[in-house]
Nanobody, 126 residues
Framework: EVQLVESGGGLVQAGGSLRLSCAASGFTFDDYAIGWFRQAPGKEREGVSCISSSDGSIYYADSVKGRFTISSDNAKNTVYLQMNSLKPEDTAVYYC???????????????????WGQGTQVTVSS
């Protein structure tokens, strides 16, 4: 059974940092893409970043480029999202998602991913 478990969320002041983790079980990262999404209250879930193990591709939404860094530790089956210079508008529930078969055609589209975690809350105070 495929499972994704996010952790590392919390409350931080603007300008601060958090590191989210997405621990996967039931599959290995060898041929998967892992995406991070977020959903703020009253808004659609949006793609934040994606990393593909098949070709090493990495993608970021424009809103987080230069501030967030995605990485993976295949030995631990874990993907990380380092979030620096956080802003109040980054407040959301953050989800990781997995897509077998490597790089998605449109990495920021929810329908590209088959498996989802339960989410972790990130709150950035001003």
């Amino acid at each position: 059974e495929v499972q994704l478990v996010e952790s590392g969320g919390g409350l931080v002041q603007a300008g601060g940092s958090l590191r989210l983790s997405c621990a996967a079980s039931g599959f290995t990262f060898d041929d998967y893409a892992i995406g991070w999404f977020r959903q703020a209250p009253g808004k659609e879930r949006e793609g934040v970043s994606c990393i593909s193990s098949s070709d090493g591709s990495i993608y970021y939404a424009d809103s987080v480029k230069g501030r967030f860094t995605i990485s993976s530790d295949n030995a631990k089956n874990t993907v990380y999202l380092q979030m620096n210079s956080l802003k109040p508008e980054d407040t959301a529930v953050y989800y990781c998602a997995a897509r077998p078969g490597g790089t998605p055609n449109i990495w920021y589209q929810k329908y590209e991913y088959d498996y989802w975690g339960q989410g972790t809350q990130v709150t950035v105070s001003s």
